[in-house]
């Protein structure tokens, strides 16, 4: 089955920009979803099909695919942006998350 | 739109065990859920997805043969089902709307497994 990568963690000053990487064996002819979870929640997607962000996700959260990676780029990251983030490519009739990336904001 | 879970269960192994995810506010049978699976202080694990209007399923290699999904559509509920628990299922467990992402998310319900 297809898998992907991510780095485990990322640390970030606030206000600083935060990527989050998601890598596959030619990922950007995939869709990409990205999930935003934070401890004792369920999660939520920040961001759908590469680059949409759905109603109410600010829009200093943003993505791109191409090649074999994915990105998930945070700009200006505010404490409230301290969470586990999922990568999650669309492959035929299988699903598949990353491992996940725990986001520190120091 | 809503996705609301049953709540906790404590099991012992060899049990059986239905979950449900009460989905409200679209139309049930044109949308896929999805079922994923997290384990304390782990990831999220896909576990597969079934159709709200025909109760076509996709199953994930890693959980066929030990779940089974189901819906009832009468009910706009979707089921998550295993004969015998074993102590490693221990977990939480989500369902979500899949349209072109999981976009709408259940609260989750835990499922703790122990002798």
């Known amino acids: 089955s297809y898998e992907v990568t991510q780095p485990p963690s990322v640390s970030v000053s606030p206000g600083q920009t935060a990527t989050i990487t998601c890598s596959g064996d030619?990922?950007?002819?995939?869709?990409v979803s990205w999930y935003q979870q934070k401890p004792g929640q369920s999660p939520v997607v920040v961001i759908y099909?590469?680059?949409k962000r759905p109603s109410g996700i600010p829009g200093r959260i943003s993505g791109s695919n191409s090649g074999n990676t994915a990105t998930l780029t945070i700009t200006g990251t505010q404490a409230m942006d301290e969470a586990d983030y999922y990568c999650?490519?669309?492959?035929?009739?299988?699903?598949?998350f990353g491992p996940g990336t725990k986001l520190t904001v120091l | 739109v809503q996705m609301v879970q049953s709540g906790p269960e404590a099991k012992k192994p060899g049990e059986s065990l239905n979950i449900s995810c009460k989905a409200s506010?679209?139309?049930?049978?044109?949308?896929?859920i999805g079922w994923v699976r997290q384990m304390p202080g782990k990831g999220l694990e896909w576990m597969g997805m079934?159709?709200?209007?025909?109760?076509?399923?996709r199953y994930s290699p890693s959980f066929q043969g030990q779940v089974i999904m189901s819906v009832d559509k009468s009910m706009t509920t979707a089921y998550l089902q295993w004969s015998s628990l074993k102590t490693a299922d221990t977990a939480m467990y989500y369902c979500?709307?899949?349209?072109?992402?999981?976009?709408?998310w259940g609260q989750g319900t835990l499922v703790t497994v122990s002798p």
């Open positions: 079934i159709y709200g209007g025909d109760s076509e399923t």
């Open positions: 030619k990922l950007g002819q995939k869709y």
């Open positions: 979500a709307r899949q349209d072109r992402s999981f976009d709408y």
């Open positions: 506010g679209y139309t049930f049978t044109n949308y896929w």
């Open positions: 999650q490519p669309w492959d035929s009739r299988n699903v598949v």
């Open positions: 099909q590469d680059d």
